[in-house]
Every structure is written in C-alpha cells, then in structure tokens.
C-alpha cells in the first residue's frame, strides 16, 4: 500500500501520481536526436525563453515582448549591470519589511532582547541590571510595525523584548521570495541563491542567516570572488556553522599563554578573563571543518590538488579566527591567544607566521588559484547552462575568471555570450529546483499577493517538493542537476501546487488567467484538448480524494503551504474542497500547463 502524508493512497492516486512522476523522470532524461535537429539553431522566441529562464525565474506576462524589444545582448547586459534597474512594485513591498533595510546590529535587534551582548557588556552594572529589569516588564510592545520603525530609526531601547520567532522568519522568508518574484534584477535573485547554496550554512538563528544573506551574499553575488570569499569566512554564520569560532591551540597552550597575558586597555585581569571564559572553555584544540570546506566546496574543489597534510595546515592558519561578545550575537575577530604559531606550507607554498595574515594570505591565494577558477567556472556553468558542464563554456569562464581577478560579472559575461551558451541541446535542458517551481509558477500567473507573511506560506510548498529554503544541513548546499529533484512525492507535490495556483486556492494571492494562457502559447506550450482538460478533471479529483472512501482533501494537502491553524486561525476540516467539475476550462488548462514536464524543466 502506498502512503503519502501520512495516510493510504486510493488507487487512482496512486495511479495519477506514478503517471506523473514516470513522465517527468523520462522527460528529465537525455533525448536522443538526429543530427539535423542537433545542428538547427533555436528561433528568436526560444532565445528570448531560454534567456529568461536561465538568467532568471522565468517570464512574466510581457517579459517576451520586452525583452524582444529591446533585444536579448541589451536585455543580458542590463541583467549584468542591476544597479541601474528598477523595481518600484518591488520597492513598495519591501517598505513593509525590516530586513532588507537593516545592518547587522539591527537585525539582531530583531532577534535579542534590543541590549544585545556586545552592547551589555560595555554597560556599567547598573545599566546592565535596569535593562534586566525593564526587559521584564516589557511586555506591552508587540506591533509589528513599531518593530519596524524602532529598527530603521535605531532608536530600539532594552525595554523591547525578544519578538514572535515565526515573524523573524517570516520576514526573512518573504523578502527572498519577493525579491525572487518581483525583482527586475531577476540575474542578481539567481545568483544570491546560487552562492548563498555554495558558501552553505544552516541551522542557525534567522538573523544570522538575513545578515549572511543581505550584507555578504547579495552584496557580494556580482563582484570580485576573492572579496565575496573573505566576507563569508568573517562572517559569524560561517564561523558558527563550520566551528571555526572554536578552533584553538592546543588547551594547554592557550592556559599557559593566559597565565602571562595582560589585559588590553588596562583592564582587571580576572574581570578580563571572566569575560573571555567563552573562548578559553571552548579551546578543544583544533578543528578541520572550515580548513577542509574553504578547499573542497569554495575554492579549489575535491579534485583541486590539496592533501590531508594542507587541510591541517590551513586549519591551524585559521585557529584564533573567533567571535567578540559570544556564539550568540558576537562579531568576528581575531584572537592571538587562539593562535596556533609558527610558519605554514599550504600547495607548497610557506606561510610565514603572522597571525591574521596567515588565514588572509591563504584565501587570497585560494581565490586566484587556477583550480578555484575552473571549479567555480563549472559550478556555475552547471547553474546557468547544463547539468553537465560543456568543458567549452568551462574553460572560457576560467579563463575569464583568471584574466580579470575573479571579477564574477565578467565570468558570467563570458558564459552568456559563448556561442554555445544558445545550443539547441541546452534549450529546456535543466530541471528546475523547488524553489525555481514555486517562483515561475507565481511569475507566470502574474500573481498578486497580498500577504506580508506568503513569503513563509510560499516556502513551505518548495519544502513539501524537497527545498526548505536556507535548510539544507549538509555545508554543500542544495545540488543543482535533475536526479536529485525527480522523485515520486516531489512530482505530485509539484503537480499538487500547479492546482492550488491556477483555483486561487492559496490564501492571498490572486492571478491572471488570461495573461498566463497568452504567456504559454509565447513560450510554445500547446493549449490543452478538450480530452486532456476532461482527463485533467479527473486527475484532479482523484488526487484531491485522498483515499477511496473519503470525497475530501487530505488536511496535509489542503494545507500544504499555508501557515495552518496555529497562524491563521482556520481549520482544514472547514474548508470546502475544489469542486473540480465546475472549474471553467481555462483555469483547468493553466493548472495543467503549470503542473506538466515541460513546465518543470528550464
């Protein structure tokens, strides 16, 4: 008996759900072609398609006749440059979020109690002990929107208690995906989640994440590698995340250096130490995570010609690389207490002692690597082009990538200006990610949402298809090729979401039918037969009934992507299933074309 969500499929469940993952899976393989069809060139429409679906979360109703306007050279060139785009509906919404206007300090002003650590301990013990107390009584304050406007003005005072935590990730969730939606700059949106996914951290607090996010990532995505490279391995995400914080000499070492330290500053020397017991109390000696990860993930690769012997040698150049003020809210800084001294040889290069310098030497010189330049090369050809990298296009970004110092912009010019970056066997060729399903499906309905909080509902869809977004625990990231998204559940969670767009069933957000079936036949979707909407019909009841015996939606399916009862206040059981029957034709048409192969694919 097959089971999903919880409970035993009727048969035409299972019946539809097989058809449809068994579709994708062949669709998603490799399609043999003759050699005419391999040589003949893609037509205007099918460039100005694929350009929008590689460069970005794919069209809008009038993205084709935009970019046929202006010209696809033009339309990439202003995709490379966003800067100089506009986004005023993009714009509009954001005012309504803190995220994207916040620094660090503010952002964890968002999420601590607003006398932040680093702060407290620069407070005297009595401001240390009204804040306590204030931060007690400081109950009254829960308006999000005075929230917001404590965090712009910085004006966020100890009264303010720590606030609703499905609000913090809310906010963190709704901006990426409104950004990923609304955005001109849908090049810039690609790229924050392609490195966000390669300089991988997870599991960690949401203003952690934001922070990583907005002031590293999206910062960074279109600038120089060696400069994005440096920012991630200062930041506290990363160094929580792959326990560099508490990479350290060896225990005794640091207790002996300690004994004969003195204070900065002047400083009482037991005080001083309370305050560092954090450091010292973790000083477990060293660890390799971020020494293996910066070689085998960020720069050179797994084949990238580095040895155990340098993984242990960039490992003990970045001991002392920790955090002032705690695990909590702390910000980077070096520690030379933490250090393990002495010269390193890293590639068969020396690294003369030198405290900081050393971990500073060795990125610099990983980012300029030529191994860094192939392998960051193919990962993004991988991204934009093909699940197997043409070496061509490869080599033509290295290149590019080693000419002008890492400069990303330029490697990307070079991938999207490659004669073979318009290859017939590239168009439609990639599978896109839960998360690129979620976001063209919204896109190609011209959806309007409502909802400050259908940025987390959205969310929750792509992780029913298998991609939480920023949880994917493992420091790789979320993989970029099709066998690891073609799978039973994730088609018919995929399918399933195709339906509750195109019947308005989601919460919040309404949608243009109209402008989505003109946009399908742009893009050379055929329009469903009669037959196949009346097939449709029953496909849809049939994966709506959820067993034999019972006419209803299972409340898992009702509810996929919707923030619930505990949010909302409705309860599955009281919503009315779609009455498939009625539905006019076209909305039946859309949910197919939404929910089909060539859909899925990129």
Same mark, same amino acid.
């Given at each position: 008996?097959?089971?999903?969500?919880?409970?035993?499929?009727?048969?035409?469940?299972?019946?539809?759900?097989?058809?449809?993952?068994?579709?994708?899976?062949?669709?998603?393989?490799?399609?043999?072609?003759?050699?005419?069809?391999?040589?003949?060139?893609?037509?205007?429409?099918?460039?100005i398609v694929h350009v929008l679906n590689r460069l970005g979360y794919g069209p809008r109703p009038g993205d084709i006749d935009r970019v046929r306007a202006m010209g696809i050279e033009s339309y990439i060139e202003a995709q490379l440059n966003p800067e100089r785009l506009r986004s005023p509906r993009l714009e509009e919404i954001l005012t309504h979020y803190a995220v994207p206007l916040s620094s660090r300090e503010a952002l964890i002003q968002l999420d601590r109690p607003a006398a932040a650590f680093s702060e407290r301990q620069r407070q005297s013990v009595m401001e240390r002990a009204a804040a306590r107390g204030q931060s007690r009584t400081g109950t009254d304050i829960t308006s999000r929107e005075r929230l917001r406007e404590h965090v712009r003005n910085g004006v966020l005072g100890p009264e303010l208690t720590r606030v609703d935590r499905r609000w913090e990730d809310n906010e963190y969730f709704a901006t990426v995906y409104f950004r990923a939606i609304y955005a001109e700059s849908q090049l810039e949106e690609m790229l924050v989640d392609f490195w966000f996914n390669h300089f991988n951290i997870t599991s960690l607090e949401p203003f952690?994440?934001?922070?990583?996010?907005?002031?590293? $990532?999206?910062?960074?995505?279109?600038?120089?590698?060696?400069?994005? %490279?440096?920012?991630? =391995?200062? #930041? &506290?995400?990363?160094?929580?995340?792959?326990?560099?914080?508490?990479?350290?000499?060896?225990?005794?070492?640091?207790?002996?250096?300690?004994?004969?330290?003195?204070?900065?500053?002047?400083?009482?020397?037991?005080?001083?130490?309370?305050?560092?017991?954090?450091?010292?109390?973790?000083?477990?000696?060293?660890?390799?995570?971020?020494?293996?990860?910066?070689?085998?993930?960020?720069?050179?690769?797994?084949?990238?010609?580095?040895?155990?012997?340098?993984?242990?040698?960039?490992?003990?150049?970045?001991?002392?690389?920790?955090?002032?003020?705690?695990?909590?809210?702390?910000?980077?800084?070096?520690?030379?207490?933490?250090?393990?001294?002495?010269?390193?040889?890293?590639?068969?290069?020396? $690294?003369?002692?030198?405290?900081?310098?050393?971990?500073?030497?060795? %990125?610099?010189?990983? =980012?300029? #690597? &030529?191994?860094?330049?192939?392998?960051?090369?193919?990962?993004?050809?991988?991204?934009?082009?093909?699940?197997?990298?043409?070496?061509?296009?490869?080599?033509?970004?290295?290149?590019?990538f080693l000419e002008t110092d890492g400069d990303i912009r330029e490697v990307l010019r070079a991938i999207f200006f490659h004669p073979d970056f318009f290859a017939p066997e590239h168009f439609q060729a990639k599978v896109k990610k839960p998360i690129e399903v979620v976001v063209s499906a919204v896109r190609a309905v011209d959806a309007d949402i409502e909802s400050q909080f259908m940025g987390a509902n959205i969310n929750q869809y792509a992780g029913r298809m298998g991609e939480q977004l920023r949880q994917h625990e493992a420091p790789d990231g979320y993989p970029d090729v099709a066998s690891a998204w073609v799978s039973t559940n994730s088609i018919f969670q995929r399918f399933l979401f195709a339906m509750e767009v195109a019947t308005e069933s989601i919460d919040n957000m309404k949608i243009d039918l109209d402008a989505a079936r003109e946009l399908f036949q742009q893009m050379g979707f055929p329009e469903p037969t009669p037959e196949q909407v009346a097939d449709a019909r029953e496909l849809f009841k049939a994966m709506q009934s959820g067993d034999e015996t019972s006419g209803r939606m299972a409340p898992e399916m009702m509810t996929a992507g919707r923030p619930g009862p505990a949010q909302q206040g409705d309860d599955p059981e009281d919503r009315a299933p779609v009455d498939y029957d009625s539905l006019e034709a076209k909305t039946v048409s859309v949910a197919l074309v939404l929910g089909s192969p060539d859909f899925q694919k990129r």
């Open positions: 008996m097959f089971e999903f969500f919880g409970q035993a499929a009727s048969r035409p469940h299972r019946v539809a759900v097989l058809l449809l993952a068994c579709t994708l899976a062949a669709s998603s393989l490799p399609r043999a072609t003759s050699g005419q069809e391999r040589t003949a060139e893609l037509t205007e429409d099918q460039k952690i994440h934001a922070d990583y996010g907005e002031n590293v $990532i999206r910062r960074h995505a279109m600038g120089r590698f060696e400069d994005l %490279l440096i920012a991630t =391995a200062t #930041h &506290p995400g990363m160094l929580i995340y792959l326990d560099n914080w508490v990479s350290t000499a060896p225990k005794e070492v640091v207790e002996e250096r300690l004994a004969s330290w003195e204070p900065p500053d002047g400083q009482n020397k037991v005080l001083w130490r309370r305050q560092m017991a954090e450091y010292f109390d973790q000083a477990g000696g060293l660890n390799e995570n971020y020494g293996r990860e910066l070689m085998e993930l960020h720069t050179l690769g797994a084949d990238g010609g580095y040895t155990q012997q340098d993984v242990q040698e960039v490992a003990k150049a970045f001991t002392g690389w920790t955090l002032e003020g705690g695990r909590d809210v702390g910000d980077f800084r070096f520690n030379p207490l933490l250090h393990v001294e002495g010269d390193k040889t890293v590639l068969g290069q020396t $690294i003369a002692s030198g405290g900081i310098d050393e971990g500073m030497q060795i %990125l610099r010189m990983l =980012a300029r #690597h &030529p191994s860094t330049a192939h392998f960051v090369s193919s990962k993004l050809v991988r991204r934009f082009v093909a699940d197997e990298p043409p070496a061509e296009i490869v080599e033509a970004a290295a290149e590019r």
